[in-house]
């Protein structure tokens, strides 16, 4: 019985995998030169990427990908709406994909900010 349920487990792992869109090429653009790189290979995508990132400075996590999708046709975009990093200014974790190119970049909330930092009594 054990052998037949790994067996089953492992088949529809397989066709799990096997079912899933090829690896696309994830670009980080947070990394040092990346930004400039894309702007170099491929300008259209840089026009695009600055625009998003402009968006989702100012939109909130709940409505950024709605927008994204009929404003620049991103189908696809992410960002936690729980998760702001506590840099200073504080940041938001975004993915989007363009293309067969997905991007990942931490965005300045410049909602948000204007707070400020409160010791703990």
Request: glycine residues 6%.
């Amino acid at each position: 019985m054990r052998t037949l349920i790994i067996g089953v487990v492992m088949a529809v792992t397989c066709s799990a995998l096997a079912a899933t869109d090829p690896a696309k090429r994830i670009v980080n653009l947070d990394a040092p030169g990346a930004l400039e790189a894309v702007e170099r290979e491929n300008p259209q995508h840089y026009a695009k990427i600055v625009e998003i990132i402009r968006v989702g400075q100012s939109e909130p996590c709940e409505s950024l990908p709605k927008i994204l999708k009929t404003r620049l046709d991103v189908p696809d975009a992410e960002c936690k709406t729980q998760q702001v990093l506590t840099s200073h200014p504080p940041k938001r974790h975004m993915s989007f994909t363009i293309g067969e190119v997905g991007y990942t970049t931490n965005a300045i909330q410049h909602k948000i900010a204007g707070g400020r930092i409160v010791p703990v009594k």
